[in-house]
């Protein structure tokens, strides 16, 4: 399987064919959520489409509280915030200004959030497995168990001391998301009042 998908990333981060050495990229994710409870960090995001181009760029940050609270923060080139308190979801675009509200557990499923920010189980929703070492990087694969996911698979890696470097996510339309983070503070203080959000006056709402 691994050999079959290595091509999709192929021409982005170099072929991640199973290593049968050293790979521990599971117990790295583990450690990370088992003793991660708040995170603030920076990330830049690049859309790539089936043929490996490149065609949309942004960065911006993220913060989250586990369980299934976060705050995803498009800065650049267009705004945008993405909030979960558990229970819903709002996607705000202020261009539009335009909110979209949904449930949390459709609006998540077995998703990015759900890895990152997710109080169950990983094994619970998402099969895990090792692609072993790649540029002194540790990698693993993970693919959701529910066939209503957004996502075929998501490959992650960590780097030597268990620090979440990249995320790579394949779409059901055949299009990659690679995510790559800095600036982590693990376990900061955040106020409860990120991870809320009210509408601005006269944005057009939408509840799904």
Known sequence: MARSRCSVLLLLLGCLLPVFAEATAIESLKTFIRETRTVRADFSQTLYDQSARAIQESKGTMQFERPEKFRWVYEKPYEQMIVGDGTQVWFYDPDLNQVTIRQFNIAIGSSPAALLAGSSTIEENFELVELGVQNDLEWLEATPKSKESAFEFIQMAFSRDGE?????????????????????????????????????????????
């Open 164 to 208: 979440l470097k990249i995320m790579a996510l394949r779409d059901n339309f055949g299009q990659t998301t690679l995510l790559s983070f800095s600036g982590w503070n693990k376990n900061p203080t955040l106020s409860a009042d990120l991870f809320k959000f009210v509408p601005p006056d006269n944005a057009d709402v939408i509840s799904e």
